[in-house]
């Protein structure tokens, strides 16, 4: 069927770089990389990625204090290592939410053990931290589909 992998990709990829305007500077991937992280942030919902930032700070926090990497260590860096990688090597303005949708479920972990272990597992706030971060993702979800323009 003379059908070439190679080929197919490298047409492929410079179909995509003629389509999105890529130049290979450094402003491209630098505007390109803020924009992909807040389109990102906005369709996982603002109040993940706040926790998802701070458990990402307690976990570099504590394994720079006991010098140990334990399994949520070691996952928190992975995810922010994928994280640098799809921002240097990825060469996509925008439609993020839709090629970064594999990391979602990750992210959601991570959070749920942030939120079980530091704030759950303490008698305060028992389990209204959880109806306020599912308050404010269907905030962030209404807002979204009411200002989002999908055109």
Known sequence: MHYDVLTRYTNALA???????WDFSIRTYLGASITDLVEFSVWLGIPIIVIFLGA?????????ANKKMNLYSGLSFALV??????LLFGQTK?????LWMFLI???CIFVAGFIYNRMLSQNRW???????????E???T??????????
Do not use: M, W
């Open 15 to 21: 179909h995509h770089v003629n389509t999105k305007d």
């Open 56 to 64: 990402i700070y307690s976990s570099t926090y504590k394994f720079l």
């Open 81 to 86: 290592l994928i994280f640098i990688l799809l």
């Open 94 to 98: 925008a439609e993020t939410a839709r």
């Open 105 to 107: 479920p990750y992210i």
């Open 126 to 136: 028992r389990f209204g931290i959880v109806i306020l971060v599912l308050s404010l």
């Open 138 to 140: 269907f905030v962030t």
């Open 142 to 151: 209404c807002l979204t589909l009411r200002y989002q323009n999908f055109g």
